[in-house]
């Protein structure tokens, strides 16, 4: 899986929760994930709550390449791999 891995420019550095941009969700689109260290990976986004908070939805599942799933908040994937440490998993 290393190799699905893209490094982030270190000066890109996660956003407090409430500075973090909502943007439109689309249901088996590729997204990015950044669990940490400026690494983001992409995923595909499975599903979407319909309870909506600060325009995210509240849990969303995504799908990593290894066929893996997580359950998280709306606002902490991203649509570039820079946008993913921007709104880095908490």
Do not use: H, W
Not at 32 to 37: K, N, Q
Request: aromatic letters at 8%; proline letters at 3%; hydrophobic letters at 40%.
């Amino acid at each position: 899986m290393k190799n699905l891995e893209i490094k982030v420019d270190k000066s890109i550095r996660p956003l407090d929760v409430n500075k973090r941009k909502a943007f439109d969700f689309i249901i088996d689109d590729k997204y990015y994930v950044s669990f940490s260290s400026n690494i983001s990976v992409p995923c595909r986004l499975l599903k979407c709550s319909e309870e909506i908070e600060n325009g995210f939805p509240m849990r969303i599942t995504i799908e990593l390449r290894d066929g893996s799933t997580n359950v998280l908040y709306g606002f902490e994937i991203g649509r570039t791999a820079e946008e993913a440490v921007l709104n880095q998993v908490m």
